[in-house]
C-alpha cells in the first residue's frame, strides 16, 4: 500500500493512473486484516475484548492526527503538487511504521494475564 502512495506524486496530473493506484492502494486494505484483528483472540482467551479495545483506541490516534498534519502542511496552497506529494510520502511513512511495528513486535503467543 505505501508503494501505491509513493508512486502517486510521480504521476503529477495523469487522473486515469492515480485512480488506478487510489484502487490498488484501498484494496490492499483487505491483506492487513487476516494478521491484526485476530492477534488478539490468539493472545489472550481471558481478555480479548480489552486487549482490542485498548489496541483499537491506540491506533485510532492516527485518524485525528494525519488530517491535522496535513491541514498544517497544505495550508499555505492547498493547490500545490509538492505539497501535497509530502502528504503522499507522510501517509506512506505512516504505513510502513505501523508495518513495521506489528512486525516486530506482535507475536500469537498465548500471554499469560493472571
Same mark, same amino acid.
Given at each position: 500500500? @505505501?508503494?501505491?502512495?509513493?508512486?502517486?506524486?510521480? /504521476? /503529477?496530473?495523469?487522473?486515469?493512473?492515480?485512480?488506478?493506484?487510489?484502487?490498488?492502494?484501498?484494496? @490492499?486494505?483487505?491483506?492487513?486484516?487476516?494478521?491484526?484483528?485476530?492477534? #488478539?483472540?490468539?493472545?489472550?482467551?481471558?481478555?480479548?475484548?480489552? #486487549?482490542? /479495545? #485498548?489496541?483499537?483506541?491506540? @491506533?485510532?490516534?492516527?485518524?485525528?492526527?494525519?488530517?491535522?498534519?496535513?491541514?498544517?502542511?497544505?495550508?499555505?496552497?492547498?493547490?500545490?503538487?509538492?505539497?501535497?506529494?509530502?502528504?503522499?510520502?507522510?501517509?506512506?511513512?505512516?504505513? #510502513?511504521?505501523?508495518? @513495521?511495528?506489528?512486525?516486530?513486535? /506482535?507475536?500469537?503467543?498465548?500471554?499469560?494475564?493472571?
Amino acid at each position: 500500500m @505505501s508503494i501505491t502512495f509513493i508512486l502517486i506524486p510521480m /504521476a /503529477a496530473c495523469n487522473k486515469l493512473l492515480v485512480i488506478i493506484l487510489l484502487t490498488i492502494a484501498g484494496s @490492499s486494505l483487505g491483506f492487513t486484516s487476516g494478521g491484526d484483528i485476530p492477534i #488478539v483472540s490468539d493472545m489472550t482467551s481471558e481478555y480479548p475484548a480489552t #486487549v482490542f /479495545a #485498548v489496541m483499537n483506541a491506540i @491506533s485510532t490516534i492516527n485518524g485525528f492526527l494525519t488530517p491535522y498534519i496535513i491541514g498544517l502542511i497544505i495550508n499555505a496552497n492547498p493547490h500545490s503538487i509538492q505539497l501535497w506529494s509530502y502528504c503522499f510520502y507522510y501517509v506512506s511513512g505512516m504505513s #510502513v511504521f505501523g508495518v @513495521s511495528v506489528f512486525l516486530f513486535f /506482535a507475536e500469537a503467543k498465548r500471554q499469560n494475564w493472571g
